[in-house]
């Protein structure tokens, strides 16, 4: 990986982990196009450690106060992360992303699954617009949140966008739904990077890569990591602004315009 890639993709995860537009989608889209030679999930998981900071400097008061009494929503937490890890563990040993993402299909499906996260989007502004969401933060909100993480393991599939997008259209109110969603990337993040650490070692995948590049991979992550979070940062902001106004209309326009850029690529770069 050279370090301007590793630049851009520190960027686009950074921007697109908490917009509704699918970061694991987009960092698959640029290394199909990069045709990445390294550890990509590791590096990958590197990145979501950057926008993990972002989370922690915006919302560090809500994390205090996951620890205090009644621990309320420590359990809402908990409860809405078992689904994705429960998934995530299924993925990871059963070599799922390994097909998902091989350069013969991984065009066609990140085609459908942008363009699912586009319908889901679209479908849940006209509903929010239509109806007041009034609910607390509940098990009715809640579980839906959680089933949506867990879907959007898959690549192509908003995590902020289908949790926020499940949490809407349960009916909870929208300033629960944001801040909850993104307090919902904490453990996901956490787990995956442990998890692909732990494998990546075990394997000697990690101590491979950086033999074999060295200097260029330590400065391709320590840049990646940086330049994520910042990003995260300004994603964040960004996106609670949209939540209060329920606007998605333009992220599913741009998901339909990306769902046809990958069907397209799939059929002239990434099979060539």
């Excluded at 509704?20 to 045709?35: D, Q, R, T």
């Excluded at 992550?221 to 940062?233: E, H, K, P, R, T």
């Amino acid at each position: 990986m050279e370090i301007w890639q590793a630049v851009i993709l520190g960027l686009v995860q950074g921007l697109t982990e908490f917009l509704p537009v699918s970061s694991s989608g987009h960092i698959a889209f640029y290394n199909a196009i990069f045709n990445t030679e390294t550890d990509v999930m590791f590096f990958t998981v590197i990145l979501h450690l950057g926008t993990l900071v972002a989370v922690c400097a915006v919302f560090w008061k809500d994390i205090i106060a996951l620890f205090k009494r009644p621990f309320k929503t420590l359990g809402f937490l908990v409860l809405a992360t078992v689904p994705a890890a429960v998934v995530g563990v299924v993925i990871e040993f059963c070599h799922l992303d390994d097909f998902l993402l091989a350069r013969s299909c991984v065009g066609i499906v990140l085609c459908v699954l942008f363009l699912v996260t586009a319908v889901l989007l679209f479908v849940t502004e006209i509903v929010a617009k239509r109806r007041e969401s009034v609910l607390p933060l509940c098990l009715k909100t809640v579980i839906p949140m959680g089933v949506a993480q867990a879907v959007a393991v898959l690549p192509g599939i908003s995590r902020s966008g289908s949790t926020i997008c499940a949490g809407t259209l349960a009916g909870c109110n929208r300033e629960d739904v944001a801040k909850f969603s993104f307090l919902m990337s904490i453990p996901v993040i956490l787990g995956g990077f442990f998890v692909e650490l732990a494998l990546g070692l075990y394997k000697g995948e990690i101590q491979q890569n950086f033999t074999d590049y060295g200097a260029t991979l330590g400065w391709s992550v320590a840049l990646g990591f940086i330049i994520s979070a910042v990003a995260g940062l300004f994603a964040i902001k960004v996106m609670l602004k949209v939540i209060q106004k329920a606007n998605y209309k333009w992220f599913s326009l741009y998901l339909v315009l990306m769902s046809i850029t990958s069907l397209v690529l799939q059929f002239t770069v990434f099979n060539a």
